[in-house]
């Protein structure tokens, strides 16, 4: 079983490569595999800050181990000129993990590792998401998840911040958004979400595709 963290935090902005390369020393020198870290992707969107971290074991039992060593620390120190926390609750480390609150797989059959995943960003109503979650769940009922060729998504909050996970197994999403944007299953969805989610960069957004994160450093375990 594979379990999903995702952190929320503010980075300054084209600081994007220092962060890489940071994490990337961190990687490489050491093992985080031995701590249940398998994978890591990270992405941003204008100061947005976003951390996707997969585990082969529950995030309870590792990070309490993690969060002691001395190169949990030293990372926390070479990133903190560059990253900063995004609550306003912030107090300690775990105050940046966003909450998942809907996820959707075909025939609720854990996903394999995808191909693609894409993280699109945008603000959330504070208190909605239930209204969100339920959207996406009458539509995943639907044809459109496997006309998009969407084999998994996670959505996740923090504060006002709405995070939406998608994994596809044979195309980037960002072509899978392009080619079914015309849809009437993905009007409504679109509409039906208005009144709960926004933009986060409202001056830079013309469609959808907009509101997609950018990945700017991936690592996976080799064993």
């Excluded at 093992?31 to 890591?40: A, M, N, S």
């Excluded at 309490?64 to 620390?73: C, E």
């Excluded at 596809?168 to 958004?177: H, K």
Aim: aromatic share 12%.
């Amino acid at each position: 079983m594979t379990y999903r963290s995702v952190i929320v935090a503010r980075i300054r902005p084209d600081s994007e490569e220092k962060v890489a390369d940071i994490f990337a020393r961190n990687d490489e020198t050491t093992r985080p595999q031995d701590f249940g870290v398998i994978g890591r992707t990270l992405y941003s969107l204008k100061d947005l800050y976003i951390h996707v971290i997969e585990r082969n074991v529950d995030p309870k039992v590792s990070l309490s181990k993690a969060r002691g060593l001395p190169t949990f620390q030293q990372i926390c120190e070479d990133i903190d000129p560059y990253v900063t926390p995004y609550s306003k609750n912030w107090k300690v480390p775990a105050d940046a993990v966003a909450k998942e609150f809907y996820h959707w797989t075909p025939n609720g059959n854990e996903s394999r590792p995808a191909n693609y995943q894409a993280v699109i960003a945008a603000h959330i109503k504070p208190g909605t998401e239930p209204e969100v979650a339920r959207i996406f769940a009458e539509s995943d009922a639907g044809p459109l998840p496997a006309q998009m060729g969407i084999t998994a998504r996670y959505l996740y909050s923090l504060d006002d911040v709405y995070l939406h996970i998608l994994e596809r197994a044979d195309a980037p999403i960002f072509t899978a958004m392009q080619e079914n944007h015309g849809r009437p299953a993905f009007a409504k969805i679109m509409e039906d979400l208005n009144p709960y989610i926004s933009p986060y960069d409202p001056d830079n957004w013309r469609t959808p595709a907009d509101a997609v994160a950018k990945e700017f450093y991936r690592w996976r375990a080799d064993d």
